[in-house]
Structures are given as structure tokens and as C-alpha cells.
């Protein structure tokens, strides 16, 4: 079995390591049985002791069945090595009930001492703050100092009536049967199987039980007398069925206490009671039968009755402590007095007198931690899950940045390929440079084809002089300049040649004639069609004063004096800045 | 009691989640960094890819240019007017002599015309010829054809001067602008 160490000793990260061990090796974190308290678990083992012999039953809660339980013998309450044995046979038959957790209350009906709170200690209203003390530091409040306290136990328990004079008195328990409930849990944790221990006081349970079993006559105050084998507890109730007092007797190996009568008799007087009812419950086997003979003898005036608490077939009727503690009595049973209510409601008559100790439970986390630790670990399996996720996201996204023609690509090389575009846009421009300059804008071959598509031969003309020239546009800033062509055309021109001169003086008749030329040269500058150009002839016409007529036979192409016209021909052709032929002003790059 | 509670919470969530939340800060760092420096390599490398295209490109045209650039290299490697004379004294092999004859040629360094308009270097030639229609526009045409850095600037034709001897011949003036490198 792993040994635990408590958390104080530990720093944090072992603190975490061993909450996250209980986590992993035990079912603290699913099975809520670990946090629960032995009466509320499903199997129940009750075992009572009442110093003549133990008893013991199963209780199957859901079931709300009674069976029979081990037999347990006083050597197996006191001896170490017999408690681990009973423990491990106990587990061994649970088992077999398929159950997932075991309670087991002990009963203590063999000791029962009451011992008084300090004076001080009179307001109702600190039961509660009284009732922790009792738990943690009980010697703060007991008025008898000199008990030890680390072999005994304490629980405050109240007496609601009114008139008691104190708030309340306190149970004292040896803790001798402590040892065989630690035995219980250890098993229960070496097994990791839950097992729970409660240890009740017999005698306050079968007080608690007197709301339903006993007749409580309205305005008349009673004393319940339980007789037990060792002692005799007595229980003074005023006339509301309050508590007042509780005595115990012991019986000093008798079969009943010797000295019931006066201490009932000062009792009633100090508590001023007048004939109270006497109920009388027997809780053990071979007790004295004529308890009941003596005490109405003794006390004629008194109602007296023998208790007894319906118990199953199963669970005898001098146990019925067994029954109170783990069945709740019906919701609709009220009880007969503030004290059967809140011994019920506030567990007056429940408390454990031999808990685990402290520092043994702060060794374990508490149900919130482990249901913290629980839900924390599925959130870091999310965490990690989505961490991977992104992670792997991240990296995908890495791999795919890597895998890049970008990332491979090399810098370097980006600084030739610029360097080669450069060279080349260079060349480029250098080409588009002279391809531009040295373009067929202009030459002497074009415009004589001009000329002789202007006036072929015989046509009737004679030409006496030809100007051709050119000038470039002046535009300052731009990087491309247009030009001007012109061409001048002097000559003599008979009848038949007026005609043609006509023909050509409009701008139909020059473009079809540029056009043609065009065509016939291959000569882009004479294409009248493009937008970014324009063509403009003017021919003047007059009488030549030298023409002489003469018949047509007398005549030759020479003659001057045979040409009845003169004319002066002049077309412009004009290139804007946009044409393609358009001059690059820069020099050679 | 809850002597864990500090424990469970800080190793149970705290410090995983901080450490969850580091790995993945440094992950989405890692990776905005990588995409800042693959951003200014993506930016190169299509800046690189677009000028290898253009550089293709440009190359293709130049292949099918290059072999005219190189003619004109040679071109205008000569002198103007050295070259222009000695491509008339071939033409003129080929042509009838009375009816193509070169009566003046002049060489000007002086910008005019063409030359005047553009920052690009030129040189002025003024040529004189006596000839026939026909033989002269097929001695232009060899010549221009021959030397296209030749622009014409001015051309002007004149019939013979003594109209009492008729001839075919004409007087050709041309002046051209002759791009020089």
C-alpha cells in the first residue's frame, strides 16, 4: 500500500504529483462514495457492541433489506491482527452484494459517560461553535480537566427544554474500538474500495428513537430508562417530551444499577418532575425482567411502560438502534418535541465519536479537489489537443512556406535576371531607337514615283520644276516630334491634262493617289489611312500668255508655247507627333 | 482542508495552459516572421519572374531584330559621306554614265533638318546629280536602300537650264540628313 504523506509536508509540485497518483490509482475521482457518509452509502454494516456481545447486520439501503452480518467476536474489535482479518473477510462477503462502497457504523452500547460543560458555556445559540470544539479541542470547554483527551471522545449533545438549567451536557467515548475502524478505511484504501466508518452511541440513538416508539402523554413529563448490560442511561423529558437530562448508571456488574431508585428520586426533585411516565426499553439480551415489577412498585403514581422499537424479522428487537440510525422515519411522522426534531434534523444523536483524524483525511484530497482535477485534466487533454492542433497548423504552414518556388528561390538570381533585363532593355531600346530613325519616312526614290504617278508621260502636262522638302515640328519637352512633307510641283498643262489637275485637287483624289503609292513602294509614309496624318494639295491654274495654238501634228511636248495653262501644285503631308513615323528626340540610348 | 486546490490549479491548468499558449505564441511568431521574410521573397521572386518573362519577351523580339541591328551597326560604323560616295561609285558602275552623273557633293557637320530636331547625331550632305528620270530614282533607291540612315531633307529637280538645247537630263539636288552614331 502506497503511504501518502500529508500535504503540508510537500511542496507543491509533489503536493500536484500525489493528488494526480489518487487520481490515476484510485476511484476517489468517480466514485463519490469516498465523500459520502456511512449511513447515506448503499451496503451498511451495522455492528453493535453492548459488552455482552457484538452484533451484526448488513443493510441494503435501496433494497431496505436486513441480513445477517459476519461474525465479529470482541477479540476482533480489540486485536490488530484480527481486525485486519475481519476487515478483509467483511470486504470479501460485501462483494458479493456487487456493491461499490461499504459503510460501517458501530454502535457503542457497552460505555456511556456524560460530562458536563464548563458553566460559562450557557447560551443556546453557541450549541453549535460548542459542538466544533468538542471535535477539535474539548478540553477547552469540559469542566473536568483531568480526563485525557487523546484516549477519549467528545460530543456536545443540547437539552432543548426549557428549564434544564444548562444548554446542554457532553458524551464521552473511549476510543478503544478506534483502532478497528482504522483498520476498515485502510482496507477500504489498500482495496480502493470505499469504506466509510461511523461510530454512534448506542444510547443516544435509541433516545432518538423513543419519537416513535414511545407514548409521550401531553403535559405529562417521563424518564426513559435504557437498559443496557453494563449501564443503565436515563433520559428526563419535561412535559413537551423536551429533553432535560440525561443520566447514566453504571451497573457495577450487576444486572441493573443499584441505585436507580434515589437517583431517580433526586433527579425529580432537582428537576422538579412529579410522577413522570417511566418507559423502559430493554436493549440487550438477559437483562433483568423485573425492572418493570420494581419501578411501579417504586413508584406507584408513575405510568410505567416497556419500549419497545418495531424492528424486521431479521434484526432483534433489543437492537433497535440498528433500524433508528439507518431508517429515517416518514416525512409525514412529526415528531412529538423539538428535541426528537433537531436530533434528527441536526444529527444531535448521529455524531461520529471516532472519526478518521484530521490530519489522516487532509491527506487525501478533498471531492471538490478531485472533481478539480478531474475536469482540469480533460481540459488539458483539450488544451494539449488544440495546442497539437495549432502546432501542427504552425507547421504545415512552415513545411508549405518551404516548399515554396519563393522561399527556394534565390536572391542572387534575382539580380542577374535583372542585370539581363537591363542588357537587354538596353538593346531593346537601342533597337526601337534606330528601327525609329532609320524608318522609310522619307526618300528621294518614293517622291519621284510620286511625281511620275502624278503626271505620267503624254499626260499633257510639262513639269518644270520639283520641290520636295522636309522639316521636323518644333516640340519642346516631348519625345517624339511630327513633321512636314511638302511638295512643290511647277508646269504648263494643256486641255486634257486640266481634267487630272482637277481630279487631284481634292482630297479623295490625293489619298487614292498617296494610297497607290503606298502600295507600289511599300513605303509606310505615303498610307494616308493612318489617323495620326494628313494630306492637303492645292493646285492653281491660269492661262500661260506665251501659248500659241497650232494643230495638234506641229506640236511637241517640249514646246512650252503649246500648253495653254500654267499651274503651281502643292501638296502638304503632315505628321503629328502620335504617328508612327514620328521622330525620337532623344539621342541613342 | 483544499490543501491541494493551489497545487491542482497550478499544475493542473496554469501552468499547462501558459505553456500551451507559449509553444503556440512561438509557433504563430516562428511563422509570421517566416511570412514576413517568404512576403519580401515572394515579392522577389514574382518581381524576378515578371522580368524574366519581359527578358524572354525582349529577347524574342531582338532575335528576330538582331540581325538588322547588326547590319546597322556596320552601317553606321562608317563614315557618311565616305560611305555614301563609295556606294555611288557602285551604283554608278551599274548605270548608264551620261544618264547618272555626280556634279557636287558637300559635306556640312552642321545640325539642319532632321538633324536639328533630335538629340541624336547627324551630318549633312548635299549632292548634285545630272541625269535621267528613270536612272536617277533607280540610283536613289539603291542608295537609300543601301544606307536607310540617309533622310531625305530636301530633293529638287530641275529640267536643263538652255532651253535651246533639249536634252533628257535633269539636274537632281538632294540634301539629306545622315544619322551618325
Known amino acids: 500500500?502506497?503511504?501518502?504523506?500529508?500535504?503540508?509536508?510537500?511542496?507543491?509540485?509533489?503536493?500536484?504529483?500525489?493528488?494526480?497518483?489518487?487520481?490515476?490509482?484510485?476511484?476517489?475521482?468517480?466514485?463519490?462514495?469516498?465523500?459520502?457518509?456511512?449511513?447515506?452509502?448503499?451496503?451498511?454494516?451495522?455492528?453493535?457492541?453492548?459488552?455482552?456481545?457484538?452484533?451484526?447486520?448488513?443493510?441494503?439501503?435501496?433494497?431496505?433489506?436486513?441480513?445477517?452480518?459476519?461474525?465479529?467476536?470482541?477479540?476482533?474489535?480489540?486485536?490488530?491482527?484480527?481486525?485486519?482479518?475481519?476487515?478483509?473477510?467483511?470486504?470479501?462477503?460485501?462483494?458479493?452484494?456487487?456493491?461499490?462502497?461499504?459503510?460501517?457504523?458501530?454502535?457503542?452500547?457497552?460505555?456511556?459517560?456524560?460530562?458536563?460543560?464548563?458553566?460559562?458555556?450557557?447560551?443556546?445559540?453557541?450549541?453549535?461553535?460548542?459542538?466544533?470544539?468538542?471535535?477539535?479541542?474539548?478540553?477547552?470547554?469540559?469542566?473536568?480537566?483531568?480526563?485525557?483527551?487523546?484516549?477519549?471522545?467528545?460530543?456536545?449533545?443540547?437539552?432543548?427544554?426549557?428549564?434544564?438549567?444548562?444548554?446542554?451536557?457532553?458524551?464521552?467515548?473511549?476510543?478503544?474500538?478506534?483502532?478497528?475502524?482504522?483498520?476498515?478505511?485502510?482496507?477500504?484504501?489498500?482495496?480502493?474500495?470505499?469504506?466509510?466508518?461511523?461510530?454512534?452511541?448506542?444510547?443516544?440513538?435509541?433516545?432518538?428513537?423513543?419519537?416513535?416508539?414511545?407514548q409521550f402523554a401531553p403535559g405529562k413529563s417521563s424518564v426513559a430508562i435504557l437498559q443496557y448490560p453494563w449501564l443503565s442511561v436515563l433520559a428526563f423529558f419535561n412535559e413537551h417530551a423536551d429533553l432535560l437530562l440525561i443520566r447514566t448508571l453504571q451497573h457495577r456488574h450487576l444486572r441493573q444499577a443499584p441505585n436507580l431508585r434515589q437517583a431517580l428520586t433526586t433527579t425529580y426533585a432537582s428537576l422538579e418532575l412529579i410522577d413522570p411516565d417511566l418507559f423502559i426499553l430493554p436493549l440487550s439480551l438477559d437483562l433483568d425482567p423485573g425492572l418493570h415489577r420494581y419501578?411501579?412498585?417504586?413508584?406507584?403514581?408513575?405510568?410505567?411502560?416497556?419500549?419497545?422499537?418495531?424492528?424486521?424479522?431479521?434484526?432483534?428487537?433489543?437492537?433497535?438502534?440498528?433500524?433508528?440510525?439507518?431508517?429515517?422515519?416518514?416525512?409525514?411522522?412529526?415528531?412529538?418535541?423539538?428535541?426528537?426534531?433537531?436530533?434528527?434534523?441536526?444529527?444531535?444523536?448521529?455524531?461520529?465519536?471516532?472519526?478518521?483524524?484530521?490530519?489522516?483525511?487532509?491527506?487525501?484530497?478533498?471531492?471538490?479537489?478531485?472533481?478539480?482535477?478531474?475536469?482540469?485534466?480533460?481540459?488539458?487533454?483539450?488544451?494539449?489537443?488544440?495546442?497539437?492542433?495549432?502546432?501542427?497548423?504552425?507547421?504545415?504552414?512552415?513545411?508549405?512556406?518551404?516548399?515554396?518556388?519563393?522561399?527556394?528561390?534565390?536572391?542572387?538570381?534575382?539580380?542577374?535576371i535583372k542585370g539581363r533585363l537591363r542588357n537587354l532593355t538596353h538593346e531593346h531600346q537601342k533597337s526601337e531607337h534606330w528601327d525609329n530613325l532609320l524608318a522609310d519616312r522619307s526618300k528621294a526614290w518614293t517622291s519621284m514615283e510620286l511625281l511620275s504617278r502624278l503626271f505620267p508621260e503624254h499626260c499633257g502636262v510639262l513639269v518644270r520644276n520639283?520641290?520636295?522638302?522636309?522639316?521636323?515640328?518644333?516640340?519642346?519637352?516631348?519625345?517624339?516630334?511630327?513633321?512636314?512633307?511638302?511638295?512643290?510641283?511647277?508646269?504648263?498643262?494643256?486641255?486634257?491634262?486640266?481634267?487630272?489637275?482637277?481630279?487631284?485637287?481634292?482630297?479623295?483624289?490625293?489619298?487614292?493617289?498617296?494610297?497607290?503609292?503606298?502600295?507600289?513602294?511599300?513605303?509606310?509614309?505615303?498610307?494616308?489611312?493612318?489617323?495620326?496624318?494628313?494630306?492637303?494639295?492645292?493646285?492653281?491654274?491660269?492661262?500661260?500668255?506665251?501659248?500659241?495654238?497650232?494643230?495638234?501634228?506641229?506640236?511637241?511636248?517640249?514646246?512650252?508655247?503649246?500648253?495653254?495653262?500654267?499651274?503651281?501644285?502643292?501638296?502638304?503631308q503632315r505628321f503629328e507627333a502620335a504617328d508612327p513615323l514620328a521622330l525620337n528626340v532623344n539621342k541613342s540610348p | 482542508m483544499n490543501l491541494y486546490r493551489q497545487s491542482i490549479a497550478m499544475f493542473g491548468i496554469v501552468l499547462p495552459a501558459l505553456g500551451g499558449v507559449l509553444f503556440i505564441a512561438l509557433g504563430f511568431t516562428l511563422k509570421s516572421k517566416m511570412l514576413d521574410s517568404l512576403s519580401n521573397k515572394q515579392t522577389l521572386f514574382e518581381s524576378s519572374k515578371n522580368s524574366r518573362i519581359k527578358a524572354l519577351e525582349i529577347e524574342t523580339k531582338l532575335t528576330l531584330q538582331r540581325p538588322k541591328i547588326s547590319h546597322w551597326s556596320v552601317l553606321l560604323a562608317e563614315e557618311s559621306s565616305s560611305a555614301v560616295n563609295s556606294h555611288l561609285r557602285a551604283i554608278a558602275e551599274t548605270l548608264p554614265p551620261k544618264e547618272f552623273q555626280k556634279t557636287a557633293f558637300e559635306r556640312n557637320n552642321a545640325k539642319a533638318g532632321f538633324g536639328s530636331a533630335t538629340a541624336q547625331p547627324s551630318s549633312q550632305l548635299r549632292i548634285v546629280f545630272r541625269g535621267t528620270f528613270r536612272t536617277m530614282q533607280r540610283a536613289f533607291l539603291e542608295l537609300e536602300t543601301s544606307m536607310p540612315q540617309l533622310q531625305l531633307q530636301e530633293l529638287r529637280i530641275d529640267p536643263n537650264p538652255n532651253p535651246q538645247i533639249p536634252s533628257t537630263l535633269l539636274n537632281f539636288q538632294v540634301n539629306y540628313t545622315a544619322w551618325e552614331n
Open chain 1, 295 to 416: 419501578l411501579s412498585d417504586t413508584f406507584p403514581l408513575s405510568r410505567v411502560a416497556i419500549v419497545t422499537y418495531p424492528t424486521p424479522e431479521v434484526v432483534p428487537d433489543w437492537c433497535p438502534e440498528l433500524v433508528i440510525a439507518a431508517t429515517p422515519p416518514p416525512k409525514d411522522d412529526l415528531a412529538p418535541s423539538l428535541t426528537f426534531s433537531t436530533f434528527r434534523s441536526e444529527n444531535w444523536a448521529l455524531q461520529d465519536f471516532l472519526p478518521a483524524a484530521t490530519e489522516v483525511v487532509e491527506v487525501y484530497p478533498t471531492r471538490a479537489e478531485m472533481l478539480l482535477l478531474r475536469g482540469l485534466k480533460l481540459a488539458r487533454m483539450t488544451l494539449y489537443t488544440l495546442t497539437v492542433l495549432m502546432l501542427a497548423w504552425v507547421v504545415f504552414g512552415i513545411v508549405d512556406i518551404f516548399c515554396s518556388d519563393a522561399w527556394t528561390f534565390d536572391p542572387n538570381q534575382a539580380n542577374v
Open chain 1, 1 to 214: 500500500m502506497v503511504t501518502f504523506q500529508h500535504p503540508a509536508s510537500l511542496n507543491a509540485f509533489e503536493r500536484y504529483q500525489q493528488a494526480s497518483w489518487m487520481l490515476l490509482h484510485s476511484t476517489r475521482a468517480t466514485n463519490p462514495a469516498w465523500y459520502q457518509a456511512a449511513l447515506d452509502l448503499d451496503v451498511q454494516l451495522h455492528i453493535r457492541v453492548d459488552g455482552l456481545c457484538v452484533s451484526s447486520f448488513f443493510y441494503e439501503r435501496c433494497k431496505e433489506a436486513w441480513t445477517i452480518g459476519p461474525a465479529i467476536t470482541e477479540a476482533d474489535l480489540r486485536d490488530t491482527p484480527k481486525m485486519e482479518t475481519c476487515a478483509a473477510e467483511v470486504l470479501k462477503q460485501v462483494r458479493t452484494f456487487k456493491a461499490s462502497s461499504l459503510g460501517v457504523i458501530l454502535h457503542l452500547a457497552d460505555e456511556f459517560t456524560t460530562a458536563e460543560l464548563k458553566p460559562t458555556f450557557d447560551n443556546p445559540a453557541a450549541l453549535l461553535d460548542l459542538r466544533e470544539t468538542a471535535v477539535r479541542k474539548p478540553t477547552n470547554i469540559l469542566d473536568d480537566s483531568s480526563i485525557p483527551p487523546e484516549q477519549n471522545s467528545w460530543r456536545v449533545l443540547p437539552y432543548p427544554a426549557q428549564g434544564s438549567g444548562v444548554v446542554g451536557t457532553t458524551i464521552t467515548i473511549t476510543r478503544k474500538y478506534a483502532p478497528f475502524l482504522t483498520a476498515f478505511r485502510n482496507a477500504g484504501e489498500s482495496s480502493n474500495f470505499p469504506i466509510i466508518t461511523h461510530a454512534l452511541s448506542a444510547p443516544l440513538v435509541a433516545i432518538m428513537g423513543l419519537a416513535q416508539s414511545a
Open chain 1, 466 to 572: 520639283f520641290a520636295h522638302t522636309v522639316r521636323p515640328e518644333s516640340a519642346p519637352g516631348q519625345t517624339k516630334i511630327g513633321f512636314m512633307k511638302e511638295w512643290r510641283i511647277t508646269g504648263l498643262a494643256r486641255d486634257e491634262a486640266v481634267d487630272r489637275l482637277n481630279t487631284l485637287n481634292t482630297q479623295e483624289g490625293i489619298a487614292a493617289l498617296f494610297g497607290e503609292i503606298a502600295r507600289l513602294t511599300a513605303n509606310p509614309a505615303f498610307n494616308p489611312a493612318v489617323r495620326t496624318r494628313s494630306i492637303a494639295i492645292n493646285v492653281r491654274t491660269q492661262e500661260n500668255s506665251g501659248f500659241k495654238p497650232l494643230p495638234l501634228s506641229e506640236t511637241f511636248d517640249t514646246d512650252e508655247s503649246t500648253y495653254p495653262f500654267n499651274f503651281d501644285l502643292t501638296i502638304t
